[in-house]
C-alpha cells in the first residue's frame, strides 16, 4: 500500500508563491504517475499538474507558466511549485500516485493541504 503527506499550504497574497511537498512511503513499485488535484468549495476535483516516474509532465492550461511539478524519485517526495498565484487559486490541494504498471495496480491519496490566496 502507498501512503501520502502533503505538506506548504497556507495563506498567501496575490502574486506570492508556495511550494507543496508530498511524501510517499509504502509499496512503490514500477512505473507510476505523481500529481496534485485541487478542489475548490462547491467545484469538483481538478487536475492542477502530473509527472510520471520517468519525468514526463502534464499541466492544466490554467495553471502553464505559473506552476511547476518536480519529484525526487530517491526520496520519492513530489513537489508543486506555484508562483503568482491567484484568488482563484484557493482551493484544497491533493496529492496523488497512481501506478500505471498492467500488473500492478494502486491509487492512493494524501489528506489535502489547504492553499488560500487572499489579501
Known amino acids: 500500500q502507498v501512503q501520502l503527506v502533503e505538506s506548504g499550504g497556507g495563506l498567501v497574497q496575490p502574486g506570492g508563491s508556495l511550494r507543496l511537498s508530498c511524501k510517499a512511503s509504502?509499496?512503490?513499485?514500477?512505473?507510476?504517475?505523481m500529481g496534485w488535484y485541487r478542489q475548490a468549495p462547491g467545484k469538483e476535483r481538478e487536475l492542477v499538474a502530473q509527472?510520471?516516474?520517468?519525468?514526463?509532465?502534464n499541466y492544466a492550461d490554467s495553471e502553464k507558466g505559473r506552476f511547476t511539478i518536480s519529484r525526487d524519485n530517491v526520496k520519492n517526495m513530489v513537489f508543486l511549485q506555484m508562483n503568482s498565484l491567484k484568488p482563484e487559486d484557493t482551493a484544497v490541494y491533493y496529492c496523488?500516485?497512481?501506478?500505471?504498471?498492467?500488473?500492478?495496480?494502486?491509487?492512493?491519496w494524501g489528506q489535502g493541504t489547504q492553499v488560500t490566496v487572499s489579501s
Open positions: 496523488n500516485c497512481r501506478s500505471i504498471d498492467i500488473l500492478i495496480q494502486y491509487d492512493a
Open positions: 509504502g509499496s512503490i513499485f514500477s512505473a507510476n504517475v
Open positions: 509527472i510520471t516516474s520517468g519525468g514526463r509532465t
